[in-house]
């Protein structure tokens, strides 16, 4: 029956429902994704993120929260720059691991 | 030789104190009010960031100290003010006269209890900071032993940061020991998921940094920032934490099999009333007051009356026998220009 309205829905990350199986493959490949402390260094560098949203940090955590496809959204304003791999303090090869995502991504599509 | 010296509290600190005075060749006197010496670290299992055995530093100590004047089951009942000195009466009957005194009173554990909402005492999947290490220590705890643990959470900042609490202090050292517990339940529990709720880590000490990316990269620690707002417990008796993901800026929430809650150290009331005797007063933080907070952390402003350890706030191990050390050297420095 249709009631004309409906009940929102909730914003509220359920963790228990998280799937962490994106998240695992791309630290299979990439471990250092594990490293990043959410510093926001790589946004604040970001060319693209101020135009397309792009920020390597919020893809990292997209993914770890179970948001995959706003991870991909954000992917694909990154024009491979690189900077952000310059800025970040633990040293993680962010640029590498934004190709790599793609490629995972890309995986899911064959 | 010599001048009586009076230490009150046989943690770490006394312990440390009394073994640079026995090298100076002063032959101290050390009151602890429970039955045995090394205060909380006695009673915690592995101390970073060596992972050395707690039991073996306290063993060491012991042996060091063995020449000392050790009351255990003590108190101090009453100390009176003398010309160049005080009368120390002691709940034992025995009454001192010395020159000095050394307050190293150590601290209190926050009463998890009084955060009601996360649910110590009240739901049976909820554990303190001091409770883990028992169960490392001993192995025996209901709320882990028989019980599948898949989950687990670390709360941080319970009952420090919290100025509602009576207790607006970093409590210091619980993050990094949330993360060493983290790491030692992953050890347990290979295939559990193990989160710890933080508002931010204050990783300062030796190593530390490097215990942070070592949960990370290879115990995999999901670290959530953002301070737990409430613990509910659903039919099967697990436990439900509700956050907000701040790094996201959305709610989140898990259910979990066992939560942890780093409880922070809160000034001793007791050593309160003790230090009262002396005429040494607290600081605005509730700890023991210093003559100063940067060059006199050991004096204070009672002639013969020194301070050392987590008397005057929270501290490290290391930290905490570094200032005994230099105690021992400012009491020594004191008794000498006394003659």
Redesign the interface.
Known sequence: MDFGFSISPS??????KVDFTLYDRLCEIE?DA??C??CGSCSATCTAGPWTGMSVRKVI??I??G?ESEAEKMLKGCMLCGKCTMVCP?GINTRHLILSLCRIYGEGER | MKDNIVIIGGGIAGMEAAHQLLLLGYKPILVEKSDHLGGHVADWHKLFPDMSPAKDAVRDLEEKIKEANIFLETEVSFINRLKNGYNVMFTNGVNVICKAILLATGFNLFEASRKEEYGYGIYNQVMTNSDLERWFNTGDDKRINGKEIKKVGFVHCVGSRDVKAGNPQCSKVCCITAIKQAMEVKEFFPDAEVYCFYMDLRLFGKKYEDFYIKAQMESGVHFIRGRVSEVSENIEGKVIVKTEDTLSGKPAKVTLDLLVLMSGIVCNKQAVDTASLVQVKTDSDGFLKSKDNILNIIETDSKGVFLAGTATGPKTVPETVAEARAAALAIHNYLVTLK
Do not use: F, H, V
Request: glycine share 6%.
């Open positions: 914003s509220t990350i359920n963790l228990d471990p594990k490293k402390m959410a955590l997209g770890q929260r948001k633990r």
